[in-house]
């Protein structure tokens, strides 16, 4: 049977500063409680050496394969920067209506953009970014509200414009599946 939890899987090293607070807004945002695992999968068969990036799709789905089947969610933390071949990168990714999501912290941080390190605002970029993937898991599309948390994140910009919460038309979508999900036997 499968428990309703959402399983953290970390692939790499990361601070417990970052991945309490993924897990913190998870169980804030989506009102449930979260696991924490680490993976050793072995992620330098998904790098492209010409694009110095991680392929997302074969590591989402790998990650699939990989999955405790006991959990409702599973959202795997890569260290790498991320690409799909239609993209020049990506901040995460996910099945639509399914179990699993990926996301990266890599290109979050200012000091990538010559800014000044920000490592507040960089935790908060990524827990948006793992609550916009865990979104698309649960059916929702993206959104045409600008600060709703399913608005589509091309660039920095887009996601500090972003609330770290659903707009009232996706919390509404995401409250039935989440029925649909929790109220199973």
Known sequence: ????????????????????HVRESVTRVLGLA???KECSLDVSEFYHPARRQYNADRLLE??????????????????GDL???????IFGQAQLNGRIGI?????LRNELYGLKEDNNLMLERFSK???HE???????IHCKNTLCIMRSSTYMED????????????????QVELDKVLHKH
Request: aromatic share 10%; with cysteine.
């Open 34 to 36: 979260t696991d924490l």
């Open 134 to 140: 865990l979104g698309h898991t649960f059916g929702l």
């Open 1 to 20: 049977m499968r428990t309703k939890k959402i399983l953290i899987i970390t692939c790499g090293k990361f601070e417990k500063k970052t991945t309490n």
């Open 83 to 89: 690409f799909i071949p239609i993209l020049t990168y």
């Open 103 to 107: 996301a990266s912290p890599y290109r």
């Open 159 to 174: 996601l500090d414009q972003k609330n770290t919460e659903f707009c009232r038309q996706c919390s509404e979508k995401l």
């Open 62 to 79: 790998t990650m699939s394969a990989r999955a405790p089947v006991e959990y409702m969610k599973c959202m795997s933390l890569f260290r």
């Open 129 to 131: 970014v793992v609550l």
